[in-house]
């Protein structure tokens, strides 16, 4: 499953690393730029953009748990999306909430 995490964030923790001057003399502050202009050229990624699926039955088992029909990780019961790889899951994806 990707992951996410926030461009200024990561600007920050850059920033804050190459900000010792001692290490990094008086190239840290152009080192730090050089990170701000990568990342700001690294395009934005639509998180709200979920996989569908749906929830397989799964009676592999006595319990008849549901099965992700995307990532394939098994849970008691359905829900409207799947807590491990957010595939959106809901039986009626075009009338439901977002
Ligand atoms: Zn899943």
């Keep these: ?10 600007k920050k ?3 804050d690393y190459f900000d010792d001057p001692v290490a990094w ?5 152009l080192v730090a730029q050089i990170c701000d202009e990568i990342i700001d050229d690294i395009p934005a990624v639509d998180i709200c953009a979920r ?8 009676m592999t088992d006595m319990f008849g748990f549901v099965r992700c029909s995307e990532c394939g ?6 829900q409207f999306f799947c807590p491990h790889c957010g595939a959106d899951l809901r039986e009626d994806k075009d009338n439901a909430a977002p």
């Design 1 to 10: 499953m990707d992951e996410y995490i926030d461009r200024q964030a990561v």
């Design 13 to 15: 923790a850059l920033r």
């Design 25 to 29: 003399e008086d190239v840290g502050g």
């Design 51 to 58: 996989p569908k699926g749906e929830w397989i039955e799964d």
């Design 73 to 78: 990780r098994l849970e008691e019961y359905p």
